[in-house]
């Protein structure tokens, strides 16, 4: 299983870091009514934290040659391969999801994502020239994202990743 973390700890900046509140959200196995874990609540404090995090991270993330980023994402695939098992429990022990659906759906899905989007970022023309201009696509930057309890992963890797399919150039 995954490590125990500190309730009262949020993930930003590449490390747990305390929370400025003190609440914590108990996470409940809707199967057996069982408390499975506690997490930080998170505060206005906390997200305005993770946004600047995030925008110094961008700023230098963006700048990154392309095929380094796509390196990055490779290497995130192939650890995210080795923990799909451990993932699909979590799942299914925190929102009731049957484990074949945890492990076919809530795991396998989002492993997908990391690698099409490898494959799309090496191949995708990000420069288009048009009636005399040149159309650049570029990174949208940081962005805030809700994602819902009943497909965590894949939902999160959705909106961290650029939009599959993508748009026609």
């Avoid at 997490?39 to 700048?63: I, L, M, N, P």
């Avoid at 795991?107 to 997908?112: A, F, K, L, S």
């Avoid at 990000?126 to 994602?147: C, F, H, K, N, P």
Wanted: proline share 7%; aromatic share 8%.
């Amino acid at each position: 299983m995954m490590q125990q973390v500190e309730k009262h700890l949020v993930y930003m900046d590449g490390e747990w870091t305390p929370s400025t509140g003190r609440e914590t959200l108990a996470i409940v196995n809707p199967a057996t009514e069982e408390v499975i874990g506690e997490s930080a609540s998170g505060t206005a404090e906390d997200v305005a934290k993770a946004v600047d995090c995030a925008r110094r991270a961008f700023a230098h993330w963006s700048q990154r040659p392309l095929a380094e980023r796509c390196d990055w994402l490779e290497r995130l695939h192939a650890l995210y391969l080795t923990r799909t098992e451990e993932l699909a429990l979590i799942i299914t022990a925190e929102m009731g999801a049957p484990i074949t659906l945890s492990r076919q759906v809530h795991t396998r899905i989002p492993g997908d994502v990391i690698a099409d989007t490898v494959n799309l970022a090496r191949e995708y023309p990000y420069g288009q020239r048009m009636d005399g201009s040149l159309i650049e696509r570029e990174a949208y930057g940081v962005v805030g994202a809700i994602t819902p309890w009943n497909n965590p992963l894949y939902m999160m890797f959705l909106k961290a990743l650029p939009r599959w399919p993508p748009a026609a150039p």
